[in-house]
């Protein structure tokens, strides 16, 4: 027991120690610190807004309110429960299969006990630590609605840690079971594509539920009906149900919380004690069969393309499932945001002129997301093999208008295909038609061109996964860059907007200025950025240094 | 008059207050087999990322074949192929497709491209895999296989860093042959290695570095006496090394 202990505490120390150097950066740059620290703030600060406006708005239905903010607190439940399956899940197969200290591990007198009990923390932190940018303002706004007493902060708190440890346990034994039955990479595949189809497939129910009726003022009866239409799984075996039912407790009068935080404890030693007993048995066997699981053959289909950087490129895409997985999920997204646009309730002939407007943003904000994962990544992407082309006699402009073509054909397509789908089902004046489609062209051709400089100014070589490079400082400077860019653009389409929708309302075309200039300010705001972006990414690559 | 194969004048690089390389000056003879050797953290990995575009210089310059790395890039890497420490290659690739991948990005002449492939493919006992994911290769395998695309590519200039780490026997023996073939053959080989026995096979001047400067650097028989008559490479590597640490 005590050789265990020694072990997990010892494996915790090794995970932190690596965990601390991966934030080394923010001690030596305290300002990218205060920029990170802001921006989580800034989400939570919103996030928070946005959960008290809903409870409050629940509360509000007369008789009902209350039961109607545990119906709505189960679906957050139901829905985190849902989630963190789902990334516990993708994330043991990392931190048990795939690990690069594994092989460490086992060499080392480490007593597999202590680490598969490290392993569980580990998971359970990185599966679950986005989720309390939800829970935290979650349990802030309610607290503040309903005046909660100061010791239901700290129950929550040890509740919420209970709950998350109950889910990575059983995604883990599940994950180490599954390992032995088939192969880890292919049932981490299988498990990604259907997770996030069956996601996708869900979503699309809830919109055609038609939400957005029920959130309209004075349609709090309506919001009433809706919320019963989930059939919430009132089952006590889910640790969902124990988490709203805590929380329920902290302000429905005779509730007591302590039957409900004991089950949520329970669970948690239940389903650590199953992983513990499955882990022992079956973890190193399912470790020693992914890693004689690696052989892939791939016989020559004709000869090599002309362009072997675009072919080595594309072939490594559709090979490595980390790459075209995500652009399953943005797949996803876009599916998403059509169905949204055509669940818009749009009645007044005003609305449609301003959600084609908005929609422009929004395309922006789309693409800026797809231009930092992959315009942004692709010079990183070539981490440690980047020796190959540096010391090879390519020529390095060539190489970044490569890179830059990669992504800005495809990404020009997304863009296209969003602006003509939604503006095909919003039916905006033809004016506001073309602008539109113009501008998201445009966006396109910048935008790629911002990601391909910029992530030639901040190269990430050494990340261990796309996710690193993404969440990199140069990450979060590309989308706080494209942010403003999206802005102003905004505003210039806004001045021409605002005088030809009034000239629509008239009958007679806008004054003349308020077409030239903001058309003026929005061919030199692109023509600007992409040339400075194509310069100095250029100059960037030239300079570049493989320090790796 | 043909200009030197690697010509490497005040070459100096610091990475931020750090003096990484200080005023380095080696010129290699044609057909040589130059060896840089020096104790861990001297500087011989940055001198070659240096000499191949890896990295920048802060100050000084590298020729090659006399052309100015910083002035012609392009030019420049085109003489030499490059063997690194690591073996990084492409993994999510086959070992084929590799040998391909280079041919093309070096613009290697199609005619008969196919049996040169399967000719590398085999002289380094890489073929019964060759349509493998390059994933599943060993440390050795890799290393061999980028072995295998310089004896493909054929270059004027050969620069390795401790190219012998993670092959076996068979291998290394295999590999120091080539080398010696290829220099008998006027080719120029700059190589860094802690294996003092590989720089005495192998190597016909050896440049000794140590903290980032450049304590010695001639002939076997020339380093002899500037360690005042040791025998063995190790004894004069040793004698130099620590010289040079109590000055």
Redesign the interface.
């Known amino acids: 027991m005590r050789e265990r202990l020694k072990s997990f505490f010892l494996y915790l120390a090794f995970w932190l120690t690596r965990l601390r150097q991966s934030f080394s950066i923010f001690k030596k740059n305290k300002g990218k610190f205060a920029v990170s620290i802001s921006l989580a703030f800034l989400f939570m600060a919103l996030a928070g807004g946005g959960i008290f406006q809903v409870i409050r708005y629940v509360k509000e239905v007369p008789i009902v309110g209350n039961s109607l903010v545990i119906r709505l607190t189960g679906i957050i439940f139901i829905t985190i429960l849902l989630l963190l399956t789902y990334s516990s899940v993708i994330t043991a197969f990392s931190t048990l299969f795939f690990a690069e200290d594994n092989e460490f591990i086992f060499v080392s007198p480490f007593h597999p006990g202590g680490v598969i009990l490290g392993k569980l923390i580990q998971t359970s932190f990185y599966a679950s630590w986005m989720s309390l940018l939800v829970l935290f303002p979650f349990i802030v706004a309610m607290g503040y609605i309903y005046k909660f007493p100061i010791y239901s902060y700290g129950v929550f708190t040890l509740a919420t840690i209970f709950f998350f440890l109950t889910v990575a346990a059983a995604s883990m034994s599940g994950v180490t079971l599954l390992v032995r039955i088939f192969p880890a990479r292919k049932m981490r595949d299988f498990l990604i594509v259907g997770l996030v189809i069956g996601g996708t497939l869900l979503y699309i129910f809830f919109r055609i539920l038609n939400i957005e009726q029920v959130l309209r003022p004075g349609q709090q009866i309506l919001a009433a009906g809706y919320l019963s239409l989930f059939a919430l799984p009132k089952t006590p075996y889910l640790p969902s149900y124990w988490m709203t039912k805590l929380v329920a407790s902290f302000f429905s009068p005779g509730a007591g919380w302590m039957m409900s935080f004991f089950m949520l404890f329970l669970f948690a030693l239940v389903f650590s004690a199953v992983y513990y007993f499955i882990a022992i048995k079956y973890f190193y066997d399912g470790w020693e069969k992914v890693k004689s699981q690696e052989r892939k053959r791939y016989l020559p289909k004709g000869s090599f393309p002309r362009n072997p950087v675009l072919a080595k490129d594309f072939r490594t895409f559709v090979r490595d499932t980390g790459q075209w997985t995500q652009a399953l999920i943005i797949l996803a997204l876009i599916v998403i945001y059509i169905v949204n646009i055509y669940k818009m309730p749009l009645d007044v002939p005003y609305l449609h002129y301003l959600v084609a407007y908005l929609n422009i943003g929004m395309i922006g904000f789309v693409l800026s997301s797809v231009g930092l994962r992959f315009t942004f990544s692709s010079i990183s992407l070539e981490g440690r093999c980047f020796w190959i082309l540096l010391s090879s006699p390519l020529n390095l402009r060539k190489l970044f208008r490569l890179k830059f073509m990669e992504n800005f054909v495809p990404m020009e397509i997304l863009g296209l295909t969003l602006v003509l789908g939604s503006n095909y089902i919003l039916k905006p004046p033809l004016a506001l038609n073309i602008v539109s489609t113009l501008v998201v062209a445009f966006m396109g051709l910048t935008l790629s061109l911002m990601g391909a400089s910029m992530g030639c100014i901040y190269p990430r070589f050494d990340a261990a996964a796309p996710t690193e490079i993404e969440t990199s400082w140069g990450g979060v400077l590309y989308m706080l860059a494209s942010f403003f860019y999206i802005l102003f653009l905004l505003i210039a389409i806004a001045v021409w907007a605002r005088a030809d929708f009034l000239s629509i309302v008239r009958g007679y075309g806008p004054d003349k200025v308020f077409v030239f200039i903001p058309a003026l300010v929005i061919i030199v705001l692109n023509v600007s950025v992409a040339l400075i972006s194509y310069k100095r990414g250029i100059r960037a690559l030239e300079e570049i240094e493989f320090q790796v | 008059m043909t200009p030197s194969p690697v010509k490497l004048i005040g070459l100096t690089k610091k990475f931020g207050d750090f003096t990484a390389l200080s005023s380095l000056d080696i010129e290699v003879e044609k057909g040589e087999i130059t060896g840089l050797l020096g104790p861990n953290g001297a500087g011989k990995t940055t001198t070659i ?1 240096l000499m ?5 210089p802060t100050s000084g310059r590298v020729l090659i074949a006399g052309i100015d790395i910083a002035d012609n ?3 420049a ?2 003489k030499f192929a ?1 063997v ?1 420490d ?1 073996p ?3 993994g ?3 070992a ?2 590799f040998m ?7 613009n290697l002449s199609k005619d008969g491209l196919e049996d040169r492939v399967v000719e590398q493919l085999r002289t380094f006992n890489i073929y019964e895999v060759a ?3 390059i ?2 290769f060993s440390h050795g395998m890799k290393q061999r296989l980028i072995l295998a695309t310089v004896m493909l590519r054929d270059p004027e200039i050969i620069i390795l860093d401790e190219p012998m780490v993670g092959l076996d026997p068979e291998a290394s023996r295999m590999v120091k042959n080539i080398f010696k073939e290829l220099s008998e053959r006027g080719k120029n080989i700059f190589l860094s290695t802690h294996t003092l026995s590989d720089a005495t096979e192998l190597c016909s001047k050896i440049a000794i570095i140590s903290s980032g400067r450049l304590i010695a650097h001639g002939s076997y028989s020339e380093l002899e006496k500037i360690s005042g008559g040791e025998k063995s490479l190790e004894d004069i590597y040793l004698k130099i090394t620590r010289d040079a640490g109590a000055s």
Do not use: C, M, N, Q
Request: glycine share 2%.
């Open positions: 990322k191949t575009g890896l990295l920048k890039p392009v030019e890497k085109k490059l690194p690591a990084f290659i492409y999510k690739l086959t084929w497709e391909f991948f280079i041919a093309r990005l070096y349509h493998d994911l994933d599943s």
